[in-house]
C-alpha cells in the first residue's frame, strides 16, 4: 500500500477550474494505477479516472478533466475545468497495483479526500 494526501480543493463558481494533488509515499509508485474518486452527499462514491499508461474517465467528466501524473513527484493531479455544480462533492485518491482497473473495490490505498464544491 501507499499513503496518499490530496489537497487542491475548494469553493468555484460554474464554470471555473480547479486542479487537485495527489502525493504519494512510496519507492514504487510509478506502477501503480492511480485513480480519482469522488462522493457526493447521500450517494456512492464513483470512478471519476485513472491513470497508468493510459487514462480512462467517467463519460460525464470527459473533455473537462484531465488526470496526469509525474512519476518524479510521486504525484497525480486531476485538472478539473468547466466545472458544474453537479460535480460537487469529496474527492479521493486512490492507488491500485492491479493495472488498468477502474474498480473501486480493486483500489486499496485511499486518500482523507478533499471537499470541491461548485456553486452557480
Known amino acids: 500500500q501507499v499513503q496518499l494526501v490530496e489537497s487542491g480543493g475548494g469553493l468555484v463558481q460554474a464554470g471555473g477550474s480547479l486542479r487537485l494533488s495527489c502525493a504519494a509515499s512510496?519507492?514504487?509508485?510509478?506502477?501503480?494505477?492511480m485513480g480519482w474518486f469522488r462522493q457526493a452527499p447521500g450517494k456512492e462514491r464513483e470512478f471519476v479516472a485513472a491513470i497508468n499508461w493510459k487514462t480512462y474517465y467517467l463519460d460525464s467528466v470527459k473533455g473537462r478533466f484531465t488526470i496526469s501524473r509525474d512519476n518524479a513527484k510521486n504525484t497525480v493531479y486531476l485538472q478539473m475545468n468547466s466545472l458544474k455544480p453537479e460535480d460537487t462533492a469529496v474527492y479521493y485518491c486512490a492507488a491500485t497495483p492491479l493495472v488498468a482497473s477502474t474498480r473501486l473495490a480493486d483500489f486499496d490505498s485511499w486518500g482523507q479526500g478533499t471537499q470541491v464544491t461548485v456553486y452557480n
Open positions: 512510496g519507492r514504487t509508485f510509478s506502477i501503480y494505477t
